[in-house]
């Protein structure tokens, strides 16, 4: 079920001209449902307009922090951002939904690795948490973050980062890629791209030495960087990615190609959620199986239906989808028969989903 959770905003603190950082109260008797873990988001809810508006916002704070808080940037034109930017205050209460997400890596106090992240603008929110929550828990790791920004007056955790640095001098490296302010080393002006991520690789930063990589930001950044990191030795696995946004251009449908294998034009469909079963009957190629399920009266769970936050996510126990676009999903999950509602139109005549597995 989509389960959201009234919380009181407790804090909100002015980042930069166009961020806040939000921090909710959470009682006691809710502190299991929101227990975290490092680079999750929560999805929040509020009536916009007369609208039932769903968005994402990472958290950024530590594990060990037990602070329920989130940043969230204006976007212009967009419609939660800004009101939340111009709305939220202590006091206000907010609909939550648990946290979610696989943007991390499990933990090991004996581990000796070198992570590598890599940030642009309201991106640094979860490689915070990741960040503070590794140099905690591994005492031996170290990690080295690119931050993209375009001056210094739009840099989201300044003050943060630079305790940060203080408390890790030995094992955090932050290096600030500014796109529109000019910095004393040139290969740290501009912008994080491919090209630039080669000559980073090439002169500064030997990429054999990295075990794993963190990517938040948007969708060209994390293409850019991703392949060149593959480019210079490092396997896809190893690259942990993190997309707020999907390229508008990007989420025009692709043709079909296992559509309507079957022949007749409707699906039965079961849904499982919270262990109890629910069926409907939807036509094949008219909306997706959330929206469908949404329509059948179904409390299925959902927050940017644009196949980039994960939140509709179930597994396929019989029949097929096909999916329109995925940018949210590991290939493992997929291998394994995970998919996103959000994106997935029935292929056969009968469908069974559960959103109740989680691995
Ligand atoms: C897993 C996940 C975690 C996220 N974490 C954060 C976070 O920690 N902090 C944060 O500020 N945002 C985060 N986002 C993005 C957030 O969910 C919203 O998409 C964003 O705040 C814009 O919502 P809106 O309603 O203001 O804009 P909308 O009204 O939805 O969109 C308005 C316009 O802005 C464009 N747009 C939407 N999102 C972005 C974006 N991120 N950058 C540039 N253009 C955009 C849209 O294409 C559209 O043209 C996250 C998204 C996901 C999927
Ligand atoms: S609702 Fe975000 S991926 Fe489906």
Known sequence: MSKFYPLSVAKVKHETRDAIAVTFDVPPALKDTFQ?????????????GGEDVRRSYSICAAVQDEQLRVAIKRVPGG????WANEHLQPGVTLDVMPPEGRFNLPLDPASRRHYLAFAAGSGITPILSIVKTTLLAEPHSRFTILYGNRASSSVIFRDELAELKDIYME????????????????????RITQDKCRKLFQHWLRVEDVDYAFICGPEDMMHGVS???????????RIRIELFAANAALQVREPRSVYAVESRHQTEVTVIMDGNHA????????????DAGLRAGIDMR?????????????KVLEGTVDMDVNYAL???????????????????????VDFDVAE
């Open 36 to 48: 975290y873990r490092q680079g999750q988001h929560l999805t929040l809810r509020a009536v916009i």
């Open 79 to 82: 419609t939660f951002s800004t």
């Open 171 to 190: 094992r955090l490296n932050l290096v600030y890629v500014m796109s529109r302010e000019q910095q004393d080393i040139e290969l740290f002006n501009g």
């Open 227 to 237: 392949s060149a990191l593959q480019e210079a030795g490092m396997p896809k696995e």
């Open 279 to 290: 069926s409907f009957t939807m036509d094949k190629d008219k909306e997706s199986l959330l």
């Open 302 to 314: 959902y927050s940017c239906k644009g196949g980039v936050c994960s939140t509709c996510r179930c």
């Open 330 to 352: 590991e290939d493992y999950e997929v291998a394994r028969g995970f998919v996103l509602s959000c994106q997935s139109f029935p292929v056969t005549d009968k469908l069974v």
